[in-house]
């Protein structure tokens, strides 16, 4: 979001000192060294100077911005491929070695400046209007202060993301589409979405249910289309929070769900409770990972601990998760039994199923190995 305490990025053009406002949605600090270049640079002199730490800032054409980020990106992806070569890594180094040269690859490309007008109007030859997809996913314009500065790369992703926005993901289980904001987990999974759709609810149907840590909401229409007549679903997300809301309107589903604020558990018991957890017990590296990385399993972890307390007698909860964590040698099935008996609660059943998307069967990805043996799971749970 744009405020005034938003950092400047520095440099130096025409002999003249500029500043702009710097935005990261990483939060990074600007980069120290700035060169300010055109369509003459050559793509190995550009991706040399991102290696070294050095960002340019591009006075060229829009179009030709985005041909040398290609260009630069596959220089980034020959130089992992050459040293991926080198390695015979076991599945917890390959994890760890992708999640590095994918902060690495991220880095690099991210040297690439584009300057843009205080309103995010692109102050280049040939570039699109992208003030909606800016303001969508960085807020309101600065009404005064310096013009700003972004990475092409981040700047191609707010594109991307404004177009899952506005199109939808089309979810089978609904015959409707959901719209995920900028920083949202987009539900392009359907397996766990069909579970959710498919499992037989407990019985008596529940009248009431909980939805932890709901994203854009998904679950909780899928829970309302069959016939859960009051749902509470909860994030402590922002853009989250903002997201469910407005996919609950579309959907007609807004007098039904109830949308809150809360880490973890709103207020009171429910018979029925659902979460769906980040799957992998790693530390993200920007607020767009954490639908993805959960440290040290805390989210799991705080889910299991406060189930039984939350559940009203005889009711029951649901954990959708994947075991991709343990084929990585991130988690064990043991540790995750013990979390759940310490939590006093007890396994009801498990149903599994095997992911379908692409990356399960792509072979060329580090980390296939682990992706073939995937399992999601249900794990129904009741306290002991």
Known sequence: MMDNAQPLITWKE????????????????????????????????????????????????FQNAKQLLQAMARRVDAQAARSARKRTPDLKDAFNLHRLAQSQRARTLSMLLIPFDRDYTILLHRAPDVRDACEGAWGPPAKSGPDLVASLRELLGVIGAHEWRRKGVEIAALGE?????????????????????????????????????TGTGVLAAILAKRGIKRIIATDMDPRALSCARENMIRLGLDSRIKVVEANLFPEGRAPFIVCNPPWLPARPSSALERAVYDPDSQMLRGFLAGLAAHLEPDGEGWLILSDLAEHLGLRTREVLLEWISAAGLIVAERIDVRPTHPRAADKSDPLHAARAKEITSLWRLKAA
């Open 14 to 61: 025409q002999n003249k000192n500029h500043r702009a406002r710097w935005q990261a949605e990483k939060g990074t600090a600007p980069p120290k060294r700035v060169v300010v270049i055109d369509d003459t640079q050559t793509a190995d002199a550009a991706y040399r100077l991102a290696c070294e730490g050095t960002a340019m800032l591009w006075r060229g054409d």
């Open 177 to 213: 589409r959901v719209h995920p904001h900028y920083g949202v987990f987009a539900p392009i999974r359907s397996e766990y979405v069909d579970m959710v759709a498919e499992t037989p609810l407990p019985k008596p149907a529940p009248a009431l249910a909980f939805d932890i840590g």
